[in-house]
């Protein structure tokens, strides 16, 4: 299982853009990224899962690069609600400590 | 309401006390998982079921039981030899365990050993 790499924590204004990092380099041909969030004392909750091409959906946006050793999950327009931990893991590998979203009003 | 319950959501319990906690799901999902998450980190596997009347150890089974004799309930036993105990813990589940396949988690559960 391939282990992916993220930034520790992110902060953005509310009503703009998002962009988080994964890096997984070892991913093999059959891993998918999925992305998950954690509201503080929650169970993490799906986001959006892709393999190779870019995924949309009414909750964020999974840009995957071409060699596949890194995404990026798009938050179109931050809101208050979107701040949480947002984690990224190739298929059924380990939860790392995810990058932690704060987010300005 | 399709989902997986956890109950309590806090538990307290004095140590040398062994304590279950309860993980249901109505999702007829076959994989289930217990993790374990201590404050400011990731979430570590504890024990994982791909079937009725299976399961296999993840990265810190060491103190912990499970059993798993029905589809929809994967109750995970704290017992008294694990070390560590308090802690926030998380049952999942999913379809199966391809690679496409996504865990859904439930609420959690607090427990705090005295």
């Known amino acids: 299982d391939a282990k992916t790499t993220q930034p520790n924590s992110m902060e953005s204004n509310e009503e703009e853009p998002v962009h988080l990092p994964c890096n997984h380099s070892t991913i093999s041909g059959t891993d998918y990224i999925h992305w998950y969030r954690q509201l503080p004392s929650q169970g993490p909750e799906y986001v959006i899962h892709g393999l190779t091409s870019n995924v949309n959906n009414r909750m964020a946006s999974l840009a995957i690069a071409e060699d596949r050793k890194s995404s990026t999950l798009i938050l179109h327009r931050a809101t208050l609600r979107d701040a949480a931990v947002y984690y990224c893991?190739?298929?059924?590998?380990?939860f790392g400590a995810g990058t932690t979203v704060t987010v300005r009003a | 309401d399709g989902g997986i319950t956890q109950s309590p959501k806090y538990l307290f319990r004095k140590e040398g006390q062994n304590v279950t906690l309860s993980c249901e799901q109505n999702?007829?999902?076959?994989?289930m998982y217990w993790y374990r998450q201590d404050p400011g980190q990731g979430l570590r596997l504890i024990y994982y079921s791909q079937i009725v009347n299976d399961f296999q150890k993840g990265d810190i089974a060491e103190g912990y039981s499970v059993s798993r004799e029905k589809k929809e309930s994967f109750p995970l036993t704290v017992t008294s030899a694990q070390k560590n105990p308090t802690a926030f813990y998380l049952c999942?589940?999913?379809?199966?365990?391809?690679?496409?396949?996504?865990?859904?988690f439930g609420p959690g559960t607090r427990l705090t050993v005295l």
């Open positions: 999942a589940s999913s379809e199966g365990q391809g690679p496409g396949d996504t865990q859904y």
């Open positions: 999702l007829n999902h076959d994989a």
């Open positions: 893991i190739s298929s059924l590998a380990p």
